[in-house]
């Protein structure tokens, strides 16, 4: 209770939903409370259901059960962006899936399956929705991924058991996991033959490797972009590597040019100036 309301149960179990990818239907498997009772539930306001079946559906739905004072009253779970949208029969879309606007075609999945998507507008065979939503769980959590990774993703320098002459930059999430990888070293005539003669240093970039699945999110970008600025605070200004077929062009994307135009590419980062966005 807060404010002397209610809290709106139906709205919790439908962005708990959200958050956890589940339908009506999976959830009530889990929870052991039949389908029908979840979408009375979160269908009808005036809906009062059993304590025990609010406590099964919540913790089934990932969430919590908290009971406080009014003085330390937490806040409740953020209601969905979209959970007042309706279909055109005046219905719900479900609660489990993001809703996006059709803005083009490329945004509206049927156009694909129909391969015609590429048509003008004067010959598009069926009228395109305002709004549509993935089916595929899997594109689902790769759209989710794109909005939540750049906010909890963090890099650092590994400098565990490594001379300083050589650089690993890693990208981990909140819980440790680390989900991408850049490996270089530093070259230069001192650092051969031992002696400061004042000969300019410079980083050979190794590799950067990210997760399968994370690929193509801008972690490899921001890797590169951090090895640039590891680079300004040591003074060190230029960097090269050797790349064939898709990794030309993520360096080229990095900002890196190329200096020996064949395959495998030479390419070069030369300081001047910040990387540039498009990255893959």
């Not at 719900?92 to 059709?102: I, Q, S, T």
């Not at 048509?119 to 993935?134: G, I, K, Q, S």
């Not at 020996?260 to 001047?272: C, I, N, W």
Request: glycine share 8%; hydrophobic share 40%; proline share 6%.
């Amino acid at each position: 209770m807060s404010d002397g309301t209610g809290i709106d149960l139906g709205a919790t179990l439908r962005a708990l939903r959200r958050n956890t990818d589940l339908s009506q239907r999976e959830l009530a498997e889990r929870s052991g409370v039949p389908k029908s009772t979840v979408a009375r539930i979160e269908t009808h306001p005036a809906a009062n259901p059993q304590w025990e079946t609010v406590q099964r559906l919540v913790r089934a739905a990932g969430g919590v059960l908290v009971v406080t004072s009014a003085e330390t009253a937490t806040a409740p779970v953020p209601p969905l962006e979209d959970d007042e949208v309706r279909d055109e029969a005046g219905r719900r879309y479900p609660a489990h899936l993001d809703v996006r606007k059709v803005r083009t075609l490329r945004d509206w999945p049927g156009a694909w399956w129909a391969h015609w998507y590429t048509l003008p507008p004067d010959r598009w065979p069926l009228r395109v929705p305002d709004l549509t939503y993935d089916l595929d769980r899997r594109r689902r959590d790769d759209q989710r991924l794109r909005k939540w990774l750049p906010d909890v993703l963090t890099l650092r320098r590994d400098r565990a058991e490594l001379p300083e002459t050589s650089w690993r930059l890693v990208a981990e999430l909140p819980d440790g996991r680390q989900v991408g990888e850049l490996r270089a070293h530093e070259e230069s005539g001192d650092l051969a033959l031992g002696f400061d003669l004042g000969d300019v240093r410079s980083v050979v970039l190794d590799g950067v490797v990210v997760a399968p699945r994370l690929r193509g999110m801008g972690i490899g970008r921001r890797l590169v972009g951090q090895l640039a600025e590891e680079m300004r605070q040591v003074g060190v200004t230029t960097a090269e590597a050797v790349a064939r077929g898709d990794g030309v062009g993520f360096l080229r994307a990095c900002g890196y040019r190329a200096v020996v135009d064949e395959q495998p590419m030479v390419l070069r980062y030369d300081g001047r100036g910040p990387l540039r966005r498009r990255a893959r």
